[in-house]
């Protein structure tokens, strides 16, 4: 529509959705929360515009371009909120650190050690993935950070068994020993993945802002086409 009501909605829809795109790129100029709300308002208002329905050829890559721009938003405050924490790289390395030394005395469990290293490096490994695969890397940290604490809590079960069989006074305090030690073997690896994690998601924020500035040119010069048409014809 050239006018009324659809035409503002349009109207209003596009600069929110500029505002969204451009504020993708400034860390204190919006918070996620409302950068968010107009990633959902400003698709949700163009859509009303057009009828949720094809019009012209300009107009309907200007809607693509809008959706992908839209959900190139999204996919960048994700990434951003994961690699911007209030803790830095540091901080978590630190608090990883500290939390291998407190187990120390925990790792007197015949080859927990050798075990724990071992998962370790498979989830940095994860971290070290490049290419396209890059893509699908948190996906896979996740399912290894899963198989890794269940890995480790089996042997432990069993180690702590074994050793109640042997001795009496472990077998006094199995529960509790296992209790510990399972606490001991989720948090050391949440450190490790909240590690990983960060530098990730790192990577991939600094990939996302090279791809999204191509998205984010193209809708500008298909929304410039589709108003000028709009306007002209």
Known sequence: PKSGLGYALGAVGGLLLLSQALCAFRKHLLNARLLMMLGII??????????????????????????LVTLSGLCGRYFYA???????LPDL??????????????????E???????????????????????VWAPFSLARRYTASRRL??????????????RHKAVAAHQERC?????????????????VVEFRLYNRLFSIWRVLHIPLFLVLLAASIVHVISVHVY
């Open 93 to 110: 390395e630190r608090q990883a650190q500290e939390i291998k030394d407190r187990g120390r005395n925990l790792l007197r469990l015949p």
């Open 178 to 194: 296992e209790q510990v030690t399972f606490d001991y073997i989720t948090r050391r690896l949440r450190a490790s993945r909240e």
């Open 42 to 67: 400003a698709p949700v208002l163009i859509l009303i515009h057009c009828g949720f329905s094809l019009g012209a050829t300009n107009s309907n890559i200007a809607l693509a371009a809008m959706l």
């Open 82 to 88: 994961k690699a911007h924490d209030e803790a830095t």
């Open 112 to 134: 927990l050690a050798e075990r724990f290293d071992n998962e370790e490096r498979e989830l940095r490994q994860v971290g070290d993935w490049s290419g396209p695969s890059l």
């Open 152 to 165: 480790l809590t089996e042997y432990a079960r069993n180690a702590i068994k074994a050793g109640a069989a």
